[in-house]
């Protein structure tokens, strides 16, 4: 495929239609799967009930394409208010007069017929918001995000499986525990990408120190001999914050984690199993990554380097779009699309390492970093402040590379998530960085 820089008119429209209609095959997937009980009531305080997220889906794709980008008459401006995420916390909505199943899919069937109009006559280029599709992408996006949410709302219900997916690929080698990646600048964030969201822009340089990274996500037997050591009950691992985090939640293993005797087991989706020594943990918090890195005698990665890692390559000095190269993940790079319900061990994705040789950067779980979330030197609001820049500060940590839960539209090595440093029910692991000392790089 080629890159969205370089596609004519018609390659984007064709592009576009594509994508929303994936995106669409995947929010029906996941609404499709529940009972109208278990579309509008609760999973947990932390979610929305599954036919907000759809109906929220369709009044953004209004918003965006159907008045702004197409001038067309509202379908539901009596709705608006309802599905304005900034209006009503989640732990509310389900008290609020929504929408039922049957009218939410009403209309969010009518908005994508609008849609298909507005893309049909609309030109794509003259005014930035459409300029190579943007307007659509971002649409595209947003659906996929939230349908990664309504995954993770899954994963909190409790009852029958309901989702089925084949299991992920075999793990295999992966070399050395860790890599050095060289000091000096490398280019940071994007400015050509035509998809990027604000935050990702622009391109920049970014400058390291050499520091080894860990060549894989930490893995659940890793973490395993954590726990084991006793590290949840040591307060020499923790910060100041996470200690008391760790303590008033009363956390004593990453989230859906259960003990029998000397076996841990974990759910998932539904199913208990025992746990796959080799897949990297998931649904751990900020506090839990960092105490695990301080345990191990290293730290997180920066936001900075994590991004090095996954896009410098060395032997041109060029920054990637994926740790492979430019191409579009293929089911051989990496574990994305909700094509599995875990991630895939450790190895399993040999086609997707970085030319410095680090695996499974994109895919399988997001990787917490050190680094809170900010606007990069010369951000810009594009096109609207609460997408980003409303949570600029120092309570949003930033997770990179996407999980096995989220879509290739809405993942690649500039896209940054957030999320504050307690939560645990989004798809979330991590891999560790050192320093490199004098002696090492002798
Ligand atoms: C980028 C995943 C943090 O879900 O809060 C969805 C994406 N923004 N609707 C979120 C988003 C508006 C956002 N994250
Ligand atoms: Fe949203």
Redesign the pocket.
Known sequence: MTSQFTRGTEQVRDHVAAQLERARQRSKLLTDAVDDHDLVRQHSKLMSPLVWDLA?IGN?EELWLVRDVGGREPVRQDIDELYD?FKHARAVRPELPLLGPAEARRYVSQVREKVFDVLETSPLEGRRLVDGGFAFGMIVQ?EQ??D??MLATHQLRVGPPVLDAPPPPRGGPVGPAEVLVPGGPFTMGTSTEAWALDNERPAHQAFTDPFFIDTTPVTNRAYAEFIAAGGYTDPRWWSEAGWAHVQKAGLVAPRFWERDGDQWYRTAFGVTAPLDPDQPVVHVCYYEAEAYAKWAGKRLPTEVEWEKAARFDPATGRSRRYPWGDEEPTEAHANLNQRHLSPAPVGAYPAGVSPLGVHQLIGDVWEWTSSDFHGYTGFEVFPYA??SQV?FGPDYKVLRGGSFGSDQAAVRSTFR???YPIRRQIFAGFRCARDASPEELA
């Open positions: 929220h953004q995420a947003h995000q939230h990664e949410t609460e997408y949570f998530n957030w999320d």
